[in-house]
């Protein structure tokens, strides 16, 4: 995917979480959009995700949406329990 186009899907999917968690407190919003920025950069750093992962994590179906979310916080998980993770090429 083209860079330009995963900086979009990037910029839409923290305009969603943030839109999502209007009510919480800003500063705690702010360290949210920010963690899950860095662990979907980082996640696509690693080239964990399948052709698909950033427009359903920006924009699919809220199950879906859901889904993808999952994905990047077991693998938030897994890093800080000292795991390496890769993928499988497809």
Same mark, same amino acid.
């Given at each position: ?57 920006? @924009?699919?179906? @809220? ?28």
């Amino acid at each position: 995917m083209r860079a330009s186009a995963t900086t979009t899907l990037r910029t839409q999917l923290l305009e969603r979480l943030a839109l999502a968690w209007r009510s919480a407190r800003p500063h705690y919003r702010s360290q949210l959009v920010l963690k899950i920025g860095s662990l979907f950069d980082r996640f696509l750093d690693e080239r964990l995700s399948d052709p698909t992962f950033s427009s359903q994590i920006a @924009n699919g179906q @809220n199950y879906v949406h859901e889904q993808r979310m999952a994905e990047l916080l077991l693998a938030d998980y897994l890093w800080t329990c000292g795991f390496d993770l890769s993928s499988a090429p497809e």
